[in-house]
């Protein structure tokens, strides 16, 4: 096996456990499993291996169809940033990846606290093992209940389990990874939350990738016709809140919702037939699993938490979107983050 086959899989391998991402190499091409909504996608792309990509871009890559990725032991950030402006894929052996080749889409970027140091000659880096568990699916539905409800982190690990609904080893591993990234400080005897901006975008970033596709139940349309028909639906019972654009219109008022997106905390049948949703691939109505603590009692707003609905604009890569989600981080996230 040549050098640069051992670091092509090494690549890949550091890829898919810090990911999870569907992810194999096969006659220099990388094959890409990805789900799209409810359907799985397989996608092969040619690749191009730069040994090392410090100090600046390689020669230009090849024209190809579907696009060319580039694959690297360690790509620092400036030199990333670059690639995405020129829409370039690449994939390195941190975890860092990017490509966007419609239906596939990925960005995913990693804390630099994983590294351990500049990679040598010849050797994939270092990586330090479960530092990503804070990023993956179950790692997110943790950070994203932190961030969510200010001083949850203080809770002993079994108690922090039963609020979150996740396994005890999950919560563990994830809050392993939060020290390790030196975003979880302990403080006297408390564990306190730190850096928590920097946290939220690292988990708006890895959303769309990690955690989202596995949150998706269904596409709806409405047999209501109206314009704003949503705003005067009544949610009361149905373990059903707004999400993503019609939630941020509740949040703002800066927004007009155009695709709609309902969280559901366990069955959905009640809330489909109340808001009279029948399947469509091609509708407005996302309906999506809940995912944080469900509260003791229904909010007075029929709105999901603010940190939630900033992930879901910002999944969306609208810039207007994204806009909006800065209103939202500034008047209810600013608060609780900063």
């Known amino acids: 096996m040549t050098d640069e086959t051992a670091l092509r899989q090494q690549i890949l391998a550091a890829i898919k456990e810090r990911t999870g991402l569907d992810v194999r190499g ?3 091409n990388v094959i890409i499993n990805q789900h799209v909504g409810q359907t799985q996608m397989t996608c092969t792309f040619p690749t191009q291996f730069a040994g090392h990509l ?3 871009i390689p020669p230009e890559l090849p024209v190809t169809n579907p696009p060319t990725i580039l694959m690297a032991p360690e790509i620092p950030e400036p030199v990333r940033a670059d690639l995405r402006r020129q829409k370039i894929g690449y994939l390195d ?4 990846a990017y490509l966007d080749a419609p239906p596939v889409f990925l960005m995913i970027e990693m804390p630099p606290a994983v ?3 500049k990679p040598r000659a010849g050797k ?7 530092a990503i568990r804070a990023f993956n699916e179950t790692g ?8 969510n409800e200010p001083g949850l982190e203080k809770l002993p690990y079994r108690d922090l389990a039963q609020k979150t609904g996740l396994a005890l080893g999950t919560v563990h591993n994830a809050m392993t990874a939060l020290k390790e990234l030196k975003y979880l400080r302990i403080r006297g005897k408390a564990k306190v939350l730190v850096d928590k901006r920097d946290l939220l975008e690292k988990c708006a970033n890895n959303f769309p990738d990690q955690l989202r596709p596995r949150l998706h139940l269904g596409t709806y349309r409405p047999l209501q016709t109206a314009p704003g028909w ?5 949610l009361t019972g149905l373990n059903a809140c707004w999400g993503g654009e019609p939630g941020a219109e509740l949040l703002t008022r800066y927004l007009q919702a155009e695709r709609l997106t309902l ?3 366990g069955d959905t049948r009640p809330a489909l037939e109340r808001l009279r949703l029948i399947p469509d691939a091609k509708g407005t109505v996302e309906v999506m699993q809940a995912f944080w603590p469900k509260p003791e009692k229904e909010p007075d707003m029929p709105n999901a938490p603010p940190v939630v609905i900033y992930a879901d604009l910002w999944a969306t890569r609208d810039g207007r979107n994204r806009e909006v989600a800065q209103r939202i981080y500034d008047d209810y996230l600013l608060q609780i983050i900063e």
Do not use: H, Q, S
């Open 115 to 117: 590294k351990t140091g």
């Open 263 to 265: 969280y559901v905390f």
């Open 230 to 234: 949503w705003k005067t639906a009544d």
């Open 54 to 56: 410090i100090d600046g």
């Open 140 to 147: 997110l539905r943790l950070v994203f209940a932190l961030l």
């Open 124 to 130: 994939a880096p270092a990586l330090r093992p479960g």
């Open 93 to 96: 052996g941190l975890g860092n």
């Open 26 to 28: 096969e006659a220099g």
